[in-house]
């Protein structure tokens, strides 16, 4: 009896559980960059896309106001309660900290009574617009994985504009507008993300929403960034795998959740009335008390861990690859251009691993056969390898495809072969010198049975040995021009 009712609860709380919770507490894939696997050929590494935790990203940011000198305090002065206009006995005084309201305090642990907050100075300069710039730099490139929310300790404001930039606060685009009357305040007509669709899920929209009400559970402003996700994953964001495929092959989608800074225009304070009470103007300014940003470092899905260091966040790379964002191939790997990481296939994505380029592999047997000798097909192949998909060649080249790209190459033509030989096997007969070195003697020519003394599995055993200078040979009796070449 006792177990059933146990049961009973257990499956009680799972139910109100998933209820209360519309997404997931932590979601995302892809946090783990290598991993080793058995083939036939031994223990390789399987590489596969990998990204950061998603996290706090207000730990990292650094705030800038302006104006610089907008914080109440300094002179110190009085302000109204909001709703009451006669309660005008609360103190801003920068130089103690009891009665200080600077700006990290919209950053700090929340939680206690009495809240901590930023204020800005009141309206005292009543008509000029009572204006704040709040802007948020993290000196690096982040992804958005969850939404923003911004909680006021006064009313929300009645006209607000939330902009994002991509070029480190040189350039800057709005996200979202906000206002009692968005027609009025921004010639917009109002709509709310519930408005939008995949077609639509980029438009700019200007919401009314979060811009009227006085209670105490009216300060809070969202901007919807799961609500976003959800046209693509679904409403409980269940099919992650499809927005994932979105982000993948979609860049606009992928650049509207990426910034580099945000910031928060504040355009007029709320007011509650039609008019301006030009004899309390001590009762409208600006406080807020808490602003969340989630979100991980951008690393082109090429790293799993993020650090901060020296005030700096800085992908610890992965793949070969290097910098700030992971966003190019490290020194001797650029035998192909850069790429990022990709999602798919799902779940484990493709590394986009870069390979080792041609000076780091064998510089002697590239200027012996010439950059061309290493085909596109060739360094595809390499690249499968070190994903450990394959190990043959592709067509217009022989050999085994290896990490260092030295068997798989196109053959030199018979006759060019045929040429090598003679000259060497002419060397060999008669002791010449060039330029003070003896020239190699003919079992080192591995391109054609018949052109030295040692039988063909040579070129075999050279194939395999990972040394310059080699090229896998082949069967067939000489043409008159190469048996003339031979001797």
Same mark, same amino acid.
């Given at each position: 009896?006792?177990?059933?009712?146990?049961?009973?609860?257990?499956?009680?709380?799972?139910?109100v559980?998933?209820?209360?919770?519309?997404?997931?507490?932590?979601?995302?894939?892809?946090?783990?960059?290598?991993?080793?696997i058995?083939?036939?050929?031994?223990?390789?590494?399987?590489?596969?896309?990998?990204?950061?935790?998603?996290?706090?990203?207000?730990?990292?940011?650094?705030?800038?106001?302006? #104006?610089?000198?907008?914080?109440?305090?300094?002179? +110190?002065?009085?302000?109204?309660?909001?709703?009451?206009?006669?309660?005008?006995?609360?103190?801003?005084?920068? $130089?103690?900290?009891?009665? *200080?309201? #600077?700006?990290? %305090?919209?950053?700090?642990?929340?939680?206690?009574?009495?809240? !901590?907050?930023?204020?800005?100075?009141?309206?005292?300069?009543?008509?000029?617009?009572?204006?704040?710039?709040i802007?948020?730099?993290?000196?690096?490139?982040?992804?958005?994985?969850?939404?923003?929310?911004?909680?006021?300790?006064?009313?929300?404001?009645?006209?607000?504009?939330?902009?994002?930039?991509?070029?480190?606060?040189?350039?800057?685009?709005?996200?979202?507008?906000?206002?009692?009357?968005?027609?009025?305040?921004?010639?917009?007509?109002?709509?709310?993300?519930?408005?939008l669709?995949?077609?639509?899920?980029?438009?700019?929209?200007?919401?009314?929403?979060?811009?009227?009400?006085?209670?105490?559970?009216?300060?809070?402003?969202?901007?919807?960034?799961?609500?976003?996700?959800?046209?693509?994953?679904? /409403?409980?964001?269940?099919?992650?795998?499809?927005?994932?495929?979105?982000?993948?092959?979609?860049?606009? %989608?992928?650049?509207?959740?990426?910034?580099?800074?945000?910031?928060?225009?504040?355009?007029?304070?709320?007011? &509650?009335?039609?008019f301006?009470?030009?004899?309390?103007?001590?009762?409208?300014?600006?406080?807020?008390?808490?602003?969340?940003?989630?979100?991980?470092?951008?690393?082109?899905?090429?790293? !799993?861990?993020?650090?901060?260091?020296?005030?700096?966040?800085?992908?610890?790379?992965?793949?070969?690859?290097?910098g700030?964002?992971? &966003?190019?191939?490290?020194?001797?790997?650029?035998g192909?251009?850069?790429?990022?990481?990709?999602?798919? +296939?799902? #779940?484990?994505?493709?590394?986009n691993?870069?390979?080792?380029?041609?000076?780091?592999?064998?510089?002697?047997?590239?200027?012996?056969?010439?950059?061309?000798?290493?085909?596109?097909?060739c360094?595809?192949?390499?690249?499968?390898?070190? $994903?450990?998909?394959?190990? $043959?060649?592709?067509?217009?080249?022989?050999?085994?495809?290896?990490?260092?790209?030295?068997?798989?190459?196109? +053959?030199?033509?018979r006759?060019?072969?045929?040429?090598?030989? &003679?000259?060497?096997?002419?060397?060999? *007969?008669?002791?010449?010198?060039?330029?003070?070195?003896?020239l190699?003697?003919?079992?080192?020519?591995?391109?054609? /049975?018949?052109?030295?003394?040692? /039988?063909?599995?040579?070129c075999?055993?050279?194939?395999?040995?990972?040394?310059?200078?080699?090229?896998?040979?082949?069967?067939?009796?000489?043409?008159?021009?190469?048996?003339?070449?031979?001797?």
């Amino acid at each position: 009896m006792y177990l059933s009712r146990f049961l009973s609860i257990h499956a009680l709380w799972v139910t109100v559980s998933s209820v209360m919770q519309p997404y997931p507490l932590v979601w995302g894939h892809y946090d783990v960059c290598k991993t080793q696997i058995y083939t036939e050929e031994g223990k390789v590494w399987d590489y596969m896309a990998c990204q950061p935790e998603s996290t706090d990203m207000t730990k990292y940011l650094k705030v800038k106001l302006d #104006p610089p000198d907008i914080t109440c305090g300094d002179p +110190p002065e009085t302000f109204c309660a909001m709703g009451n206009p006669y309660m005008c006995n609360n103190e801003c005084d920068a $130089s103690t900290p009891e009665l *200080a309201h #600077p700006p990290e %305090l919209m950053f700090d642990f929340e939680g206690r009574h009495p809240s !901590t907050f930023w204020q800005s100075a009141t309206w005292k300069e009543y008509p000029k617009p009572l204006q704040v710039n709040i802007t948020l730099s993290w000196s690096k490139t982040i992804e958005l994985t969850d939404n923003i929310v911004i909680t006021f300790e006064s009313g929300r404001p009645d006209q607000m504009i939330l902009e994002k930039s991509l070029d480190y606060g040189r350039t800057w685009q709005p996200y979202q507008y906000y206002a009692t009357d968005c027609l009025d305040a921004f010639h917009m007509d109002p709509k709310s993300v519930k408005d939008l669709s995949q077609h639509t899920v980029l438009e700019i929209i200007c919401t009314e929403e979060y811009s009227t009400g006085y209670m105490t559970n009216s300060k809070i402003i969202h901007f919807e960034i799961k609500d976003r996700f959800a046209f693509f994953a679904g /409403p409980w964001l269940r099919n992650m795998a499809s927005l994932y495929g979105q982000l993948d092959t979609t860049k606009k %989608l992928r650049d509207f959740f990426t910034v580099t800074d945000l910031r928060i225009r504040l355009l007029r304070p709320a007011v &509650g009335e039609i008019f301006v009470d030009e004899l309390h103007l001590a009762r409208y300014f600006y406080a807020i008390s808490d602003i969340k940003v989630h979100g991980r470092c951008k690393c082109n899905l090429h790293a !799993t861990v993020c650090v901060y260091d020296n005030s700096k966040l800085t992908c610890e790379c992965e793949h070969n690859t290097t910098g700030p964002d992971c &966003g190019k191939c490290k020194k001797n790997y650029q035998g192909r251009p850069w790429s990022p990481g990709s999602y798919l +296939p799902i #779940p484990k994505g493709t590394a986009n691993t870069c390979i080792p380029s041609i000076s780091s592999i064998g510089r002697q047997e590239f200027l012996h056969r010439g950059p061309t000798a290493y085909s596109t097909g060739c360094r595809k192949e390499v690249s499968k390898r070190m $994903s450990a998909t394959t190990s $043959s060649c592709t067509a217009r080249t022989e050999g085994r495809a290896t990490t260092t790209c030295a068997a798989c190459v196109r +053959p030199r033509t018979r006759a060019s072969c045929a040429r090598s030989c &003679g000259a060497r096997r002419r060397a060999a *007969a008669a002791p010449t010198r060039a330029r003070g070195r003896p020239l190699p003697a003919p079992r080192r020519c591995c391109c054609w /049975p018949r052109c030295w003394a040692q /039988p063909a599995p040579c070129c075999s055993r050279w194939a395999t040995s990972h040394r310059p200078g080699r090229v896998p040979a082949w069967e067939g009796e000489p043409t008159q021009r190469e048996h003339s070449l031979l001797t």
